[in-house]
């Protein structure tokens, strides 16, 4: 009963190869979170989407890019990922009227070689 | 939005209560409190939200006194799976597209 669903877990990627990670969810939410989580530290808001406006971050390099076809599915693309990049990408979704509760996907580590 | 402030790191025994404080002095006058979990190699998950005095469900309690400038999360008998990383956020109540964002959070360490 999986509710926000990352694909890959892991991803090995080359350096300077442009690299795309998904998100599904089974909520219908209309909010839908993009973050870079690094190594102890917290998670770092990407972008997020209110249905389909999307709202980028003012410090989210423009390496990073983001899709939101339909309510169900967000996808994240890197242009050029570089080493800096390799992190845990995690995908959110809430819904409006539930203040900030909000549900996680078990995310995708990126690494880049 | 307001801005959290929690301690870095906090150490416990298994069995006993742990209280996790966040300031978040700047608070807005819709602003919820939510409180998140997150193990390594996991995406955080939902513990308690609340708005002001005290909520309680099975995993925790929440306490907001009335100026609302911090809250209190109580961890009841903590146990070894309790080891994690806890995050303090303030956001709309209403969430219309708002964001979340994540303080620094602490790092809760539970001891045999």
């Known amino acids: 009963d999986a509710m926000v669903i990352q694909n890959p877990r892991y991803q090995v990627t080359q350096f300077g190869k442009p690299v795309t990670l998904s998100c599904s969810q089974t909520?219908?939410?209309?909010?839908m979170y993009w973050y870079q989580q690094k190594s102890s530290q917290a998670p770092k808001l990407l972008f997020h989407?209110?249905?389909?406006?999307?709202?980028n971050e003012a410090d989210t390099p423009d390496n990073f890019q983001s899709r939101r076809p339909n309510t169900s599915f967000c996808f994240l693309d890197i242009r050029s990922p570089g080493l800096g990049d390799a992190a845990m990408y995690l995908c959110?979704?809430?819904?409006?009227?539930?203040?900030?509760?909000?549900?996680f996907g078990q995310g995708t580590r990126l690494t880049v070689v | 939005l307001a801005k959290t402030t929690q301690p870095i790191s906090m150490d416990s025994y298994e069995g006993q209560e742990v209280n996790i404080t966040c300031s978040h002095n700047n608070i807005a006058t819709n602003d919820y409190i939510t409180w998140y979990q997150q193990f390594p190699s996991q995406g955080p998950r939902f513990i308690i939200q609340?708005?002001?005095t005290k909520v309680t469900n099975e995993v925790a309690s929440l306490f907001i006194p009335a100026d609302r400038k911090s809250s209190t999360l109580s961890l009841p008998r903590v146990s070894l799976s309790d080891t994690a990383v806890y995050y303090c956020l303030v956001g709309d109540k209403h969430n219309q597209g708002g964001k979340l964002i994540f303080g620094q959070g602490t790092e809760l360490s539970v001891k045999p």
């Open positions: 909520l219908n939410h209309n909010v």
């Open positions: 959110a979704t809430s819904r409006v009227g539930t203040g900030t509760e909000a549900f």
């Open positions: 989407y209110y249905d389909k406006d999307f709202n």
């Open positions: 609340g708005y002001k």
